[in-house]
C-alpha cells in the first residue's frame, strides 16, 4: 500500500528526530554509563547549573517533570557529591540546589560536546535554519501536556 506523500514526509521528520537526538546524547551517555549515572543526571546537573540556589519545586517547575521523577537521580547526585542541598535561609522547609564542584565540571563535560555539535551544524546551515529549526523546538515545546 502507497504511503500519502505528507505522511511520508511526517515519518521522515520523526525519523531524523530520533537519530538527531540519539546523536546528540550518544557521547554524553557513553560517559555517565561509565559513572553509573543515566540521562535524567546529567539534565538534572544542566538545568542545575542553569539556575544555581534554585529550590526542589523550582527544578520540578522548570523541568516539567514529576516529584517521583525527581528524587532518586537527585539523591543520588547528592550523595555522589555532585549536588549540594542547602538549607533556605527564610523557609528551612526549602532545599537549595547547587553544583559542588565536581558537578560543575562533569556538567560542562557533557555539555560541551552537545554544544559544540550544534555550533557546527548551525555555521553549516546558517542562521536562517538556524532560526527555523528554533522555531519548531518552541512549538513543539509549548505543546507539552503532562
Aim: aromatic share 8%.
Amino acid at each position: 500500500m502507497n504511503m500519502p506523500k505528507r505522511e511520508h514526509e511526517l515519518n521522515q521528520a520523526l525519523e531524523s528526530m530520533h537519530f538527531g537526538f540519539r546523536a546528540m546524547i550518544f557521547k554524553p551517555d557513553q560517559r555517565l554509563a561509565e559513572l553509573g549515572l543515566s540521562r535524567i543526571h546529567h539534565r538534572l546537573l544542566y538545568f542545575i547549573a542553569r539556575h544555581p540556589a534554585c529550590s526542589v519545586n523550582e527544578l520540578l517547575s522548570i523541568m516539567r517533570i514529576s516529584k517521583q521523577y525527581l528524587h532518586q537521580p537527585l539523591k543520588k547526585l547528592v550523595a555522589l557529591g555532585y549536588v549540594r542541598q542547602k538549607t533556605d535561609n527564610g523557609d528551612r522547609r526549602i532545599k537549595r540546589l547547587q553544583l559542588a564542584a565536581k558537578g560543575k565540571k562533569l556538567e560542562f563535560e557533557l555539555t560541551e560536546a552537545q554544544r559544540q555539535r550544534f555550533a557546527e551544524i548551525f555555521e553549516q546551515v546558517g542562521p536562517v535554519a538556524e532560526k527555523h529549526w528554533r522555531r519548531v523546538m518552541a512549538l513543539l515545546s509549548e505543546q507539552i501536556e503532562f
